[in-house]
């Protein structure tokens, strides 16, 4: 029925003249997020099925053999953060272990077809107060239904069934004292552990104390690297060494000139060793290592085979890498976050087309004109009035003011010319809540949107403040938005979308803003998208083309007034709702347009399907 009156609707705006313009059109609905991670650096693999999980330093994805199409994974998809480790599929449970930088871990339940269905943070490590320093989990095994964290404060023991720690072992040095664990192998009954003092090992019993660390052995010291392949141990040392252990003996199975840097296994008779940058194969039932010739693997990681006994290499380099269709390649997404890499805020001409660059700490700011005439900007009245000579971002707005970002707050120059006048041309700093404005706060980051509305970055998350910096309109921090991290790096904004870009220390993100920048005339036709709403939408409307800061009329087709609102710049937003908050009717419903002053009248239409 209501795909009937969505074809009557759009009916209806046919015979009115206009064509609906696609949802596609526009890359996010208003005020919603996108990462733009780095997925070449890739850590590890798991493999679920056909799906082939990987994690980079900022990023986590999985590319469906099946499909032929990678899907990445984020805080908006619900994961805890984006700062990844550690990644290991446990089969028993379907289930993948996310370890990430803080300690944090995620449990990913997936569903039959290897997707994820439901994620299940556990902060335990994290949120200890007991545990100082670094929480980082560096490498997770599993046996039956518990899974071994290693960490560099030592061995975590988790229960997969429960969801909770079941055992923390801090004390595994040969004396007693704290000791990191770096990799964890679980060969027959025992527990093999790297350490700063080697390679050390106690037997898997119930009757055992793991805890007490007398029942601990070290079998090399020094420091090792070490896998599993099925009843035996692989280890590799510092001198070059790689050795196999089983039964209780040792065997050396070749030596090399460099200290062995990892280990991967491919099958149980089958290994990869990373020595002085060079990468070899070992085969254990031949006996025979052999070099790897490969331009991509420039810093591989681990290796899986999948069931057509092809190659999957998480690289630290090029990313996700196989040889699946016979040639190798990166399998890893397109990532957007090297577009925005380049600073735009550090030298900025001015609307006389005077050069302000900001200089090194403490330096200020140098002016240049185009008679290469030169002032310098430095704190204290009569020099300037920086709030601070260590200038971290400059940027100016749509009235020709130049905004000043310091390590103390913000601070603005009314008519930049002024500085070659010989006249006061002091900065004057805006007043927030009685306040200079975030003179408490380092600000490295400025941009300025379609509305002039401030974007600043600062170490404690991202500000949005109107036009002259009075009133606050937004904060964005990681307690409210997937920012991964609070430390604002540089925002860039998309002149044609109205996007924000906002790089921070721990990566790149985008939000979609609600101004756009608008011209002096109204455009011949407007841009209204979702149109016709689909009755699944529960996001608001977008009305772009308007003229600078336009009123916006929606009425129903009977001309009854539905709701009114004010244009950011060029761009209007409708909730979908009438001015009491409640959600419109199907319908058809009429968009008029007007300036200040009543002219530029414009008539666009807008279907609505429920």
């Known amino acids: 029925m209501k795909k009937s009156i969505g074809y009557i609707l759009l009916f209806g705006l046919c015979a009115f003249g206009y064509t609906p313009i696609s949802f596609g059109q526009i890359n996010l609905p208003m005020e919603t997020w996108r990462t733009h991670f780095n997925y070449k650096e890739c850590l590890a693999l798991a493999q679920a099925g056909n799906h082939i999980y990987a994690i980079s330093r900022q990023g986590m994805f999985y590319y469906d053999s099946q499909m032929q199409e990678a899907t990445k994974l984020s805080m908006l998809d619900g994961l805890s953060e984006n700062q990844f480790t550690a ?3 446990y089969a028993g449970l379907n289930m993948l272990i996310v370890g990430y930088q803080s300690g944090m871990i995620d449990l990913v339940f997936l569903n039959t077809t290897y997707e994820p269905k439901q994620i299940v ?3 335990f490590i994290k949120e200890t107060t007991s545990l100082q320093g670094n929480k980082q989990i560096n490498a997770i095994v599993t046996r039956q239904t518990t899974a071994y964290l290693s960490t560099d404060f030592g061995l975590v023991v988790l229960d997969l069934n429960k969801q909770e720690i079941k055992e923390t072992y801090l004390y595994l040095g040969e004396k007693g004292e704290a000791l990191g664990v770096s990799q964890t192998a679980i060969v027959a009954d025992s527990l093999y552990i790297s350490t700063s003092q080697g390679l050390r090992v106690a037997p898997l019993r119930t009757d055992i104390n793991l805890q007490y660390f007398g029942n601990w052995q070290t079998l090399i010291k020094g420091q090792t690297v070490q896998t599993s392949l099925g009843n035996e141990l692989i280890v590799g040392t510092s001198e070059g060494n790689v050795l196999r252990y089983a039964q209780g003996k040792w065997q050396t199975l070749f030596k090399l000139n460099t200290a062995t840097e990892r280990l991967m296994p491919l099958s149980a008779t089958l290994f990869w060793v990373l020595a002085g940058n060079v990468l070899r194969e070992y085969d254990l039932a031949t006996q025979s290592l052999s070099l790897v010739s490969q331009s991509l693997l420039q810093k591989p990681r681990q290796i899986l085979l999948d069931a057509q006994q092809k190659r999957w290499v998480a690289d630290a380099q090029y990313g996700l890498l196989s040889n699946y269709t016979g040639t190798w390649r990166s399998y890893s997404p397109s990532s957007e976050d090297t577009l925005y890499q380049s600073r735009i805020d550090s030298v900025v001409l001015d609307e006389q087309d005077s050069r ?10 140098l002016v ?22 260590t200038v971290k971002t400059l940027a100016l707005d749509t ?10 707050g913000v601070a603005v120059f009314d008519y930049p010319p002024n500085v070659f006048t010989g006249r006061n041309f002091d900065a004057y ?3 927030y809540e009685n306040r200079k404005l975030l003179s408490n706060e380092t600000v490295n980051a400025l941009a300025i949107d379609g509305a002039n509305r401030k974007w600043i970055g600062t170490n404690n998350g991202l500000f949005l403040f109107n036009t002259e910096g009075t009133a606050l309109v937004d904060y964005f921090s990681p307690d409210n938005a997937p920012l991964p991290s609070k430390q604002i790096q540089s925002i860039r904004i998309a002149p044609a979308t109205g996007e924000v870009f906002i790089r921070t220390t721990n990566g790149m993100v985008s939000y979609q803003g609600t101004a756009l920048a608008s011209g002096d005339t109204q455009a011949d036709s407007l841009l209204i998208y979702p149109n016709p709403v689909p009755p699944t939408y529960e996001g608001a409307i977008t009305i772009d083309r ?12 009977a001309g009854k007034l539905v709701y009114q609102t004010q244009a950011n710049g060029g761009r209007a937003i409708w909730p979908i709702q009438n001015q009491y908050g409640q959600k419109v009717s199907s319908g058809i419903y009429l968009v ?7 002219t530029e009248t414009i008539i666009g239409k807008i279907a609505v399907v429920r």
């Open 87 to 89: 990644l290991h599929y």
């Open 121 to 123: 943070p556990l902060g």
């Open 356 to 365: 302000w660059t900001r200089l090194g700490a403490y330096q200020g700011i």
């Open 368 to 389: 240049e004109n185009t008679q290469k005439q030169r002032v310098y900007l430095y704190a204290g009245q009569g020099a300037g009035n920086l709030p601070s000579t």
């Open 399 to 408: 009235q020709g003011r130049m905004w000043v970002g310091t390590t103390a």
């Open 429 to 431: 700093i805006p007043i």
């Open 546 to 557: 308007l003229v600078a800061q336009a009123w916006i009329k929606i009425t129903d087709a």
């Open 592 to 598: 008029l347009s007007s300036n200040a002053d009543g």
